[in-house]
């Protein structure tokens, strides 16, 4: 599954939000995975937790975090470990590390 984003905002480079993304699937995915973390819902399949990966990777790699001084080494992991998300408790880790710097992908 591929989510339809445009590329970036073109003003700032900025990500789009998962709301923006128009077929819907990634609505589905993201309300699945917050009601699994508030316990309130099954956990969310892996296709769905695919799509949060492939979100994430749109998300931090958006082109205005590249001015994100003081957090190249933080920036560079986050990057880098968004191919081994594959699960719910990995997902929740990478939205802390991104959350520590100021970074709220949902």
Known sequence: MNLT???????????FFWRDEVSGILEL?????LGYRCNTGPEPTPD???????YFRHWINAP??????????????LKSSIDG?????QLAAWIKEA??????PL
């Open 5 to 15: 984003f445009p590329n970036y905002h073109t003003n700032f480079g900025l990500p």
């Open 29 to 33: 995915a993201v309300t699945a995975y």
């Open 48 to 54: 769905q937790v695919s799509l949060l990966r492939e």
């Open 64 to 77: 205005c975090w590249s001015e994100n001084e003081g957090f190249e080494e933080e920036m560079a992991h």
């Open 85 to 89: 998300l594959t699960s719910c408790d």
């Open 99 to 104: 959350l520590e710097i100021g970074l709220d």
